[in-house]
């Protein structure tokens, strides 16, 4: 029988067979799609950050502690501590507690993580703990003229990618945790978890041994013997002191604890007396300036600190000796901007 051929205006349609697959191929991709970005979505926060397809770094490892602490603990402290790697290893909260009777805890981590990823961690902290009696802010003062982005590579990105959506209500990056999903999925097939691999820079632990000695210490690690290498850290020209990044970060921290009616204490640690030929002016202008601005900020005097290389595990970490007579400068601050 001959097929009758279209007429005009006939209605009749049938789909081609190459339409019919693309058709099917597209709704399989979209379903498969949805279906890994809702695993992603449902991942460990832990996992979100640190499952890469590899093993987690130390440095990966020491930024994900203090904002899981942050979201997932309900633990009460009288002062909680922000700020990069001067503050996780100059700042013993044991210590602390013994001079000033306050609780406290180290959420210290790195430079290049930003006095954004700080605000991110107070704003978790305070959605999810009792509230404070202060938050202290204790940075290197070179660390103002660092631009974060340089040495944390995508960890910063990462860390706003992963906890935003908890912390911020931030929308989350469809593709990405598509990606995440999948990568769980397979994971979660194999039965491998990155979290029990050893750390890349710290190969005697894995992440979650890492994180219970973390825990023990309450955030302090001090650094092994009484030097490192005291060059490690450039000598600095001092030639521009603040990046316009860090006071926008270090004013959104402020306003997070203005919010949570908790002041906020901004302490620089000391520096070597090696760095002491450059020019500070800018340091002691921007804390001024910042003072004024937030009332209910205090920025401790002195603003510089300076320390013999005898104190200084390199030009900006303490050694344990440093620590023992930096605390009591760091009670007495706490203390005079609760009177306050």
Not at 200 to 206: F, Q
Not at 267 to 282: M, V
Not at 303 to 314: M, R
Request: one cysteine or more; charged letters at 20%; a negative charge.
């Amino acid at each position: 029988m001959a097929t009758r051929a279209a007429e005009p205006g006939d209605r009749t349609f049938r789909f081609s067979p190459t339409l019919l697959v693309l058709a099917s191929t597209t709704l399989m991709v979209g379903i498969l799609g949805f279906v890994t970005y809702r695993w992603g979505a449902a991942t460990d926060t832990e996992l979100r950050f640190l499952d890469q397809g590899r093993a987690p770094t130390s440095d990966e490892a020491f930024v994900a502690c203090p904002i899981e602490y942050s979201l997932h603990s309900r633990e009460a402290n009288d002062v909680i501590f922000l700020g990069d790697s001067v503050c996780r290893y100059g700042i013993d909260p044991n210590q602390f507690q013994r001079l000033s009777g306050l609780k406290a805890f180290n959420l210290g981590s790195f430079g290049f993580l930003g006095p954004s990823g700080y605000a991110i961690t107070a704003r978790t902290y305070f959605a999810n703990h009792p509230k404070p009696q202060a938050v202290v802010l204790c940075v290197s003062a070179i660390s103002f003229a660092a631009d974060p982005e340089t040495g944390g590579g995508s960890i910063p990105r990462r860390f706003e990618d992963a906890y935003g959506p908890e912390t911020l209500q931030s929308i989350p990056q469809y593709t990405g945790f598509a990606k995440l999903g999948a990568r769980s999925f397979e994971n979660w097939f194999n039965g491998t978890d990155v979290r029990d691999s050893a750390l890349i820079g710290m190969e005697r632990d894995t992440y979650r041994t890492f994180q219970k000695r973390w825990l023990e210490s309450r955030g302090y690690f001090a650094l092994p013997g009484v030097h490192g290498n005291p060059h490690l850290v450039e000598a600095f020209s001092g030639e521009k002191l603040i990046l316009e990044d860090w006071n926008r970060g270090v004013c959104r921290l402020a306003d997070e604890c203005a919010a949570a009616d908790v002041p906020l204490v901004v302490r620089y640690c000391p520096l070597s007396t090696e760095f002491k030929g450059a020019d500070y002016s800018p340091v002691e202008q921007w804390a001024d300036e910042f003072a004024s601005t937030h009332p209910s900020a205090v920025v401790s005097r002195p603003t510089l600190l300076w320390y013999d290389p005898l104190l200084s595990w390199d030009r900006v970490h303490l050694n344990a000796a440093g620590v023992a007579n930096f605390m009591p400068v760091v009670a007495k601050d706490v203390q005079v901007a609760l009177k306050k």
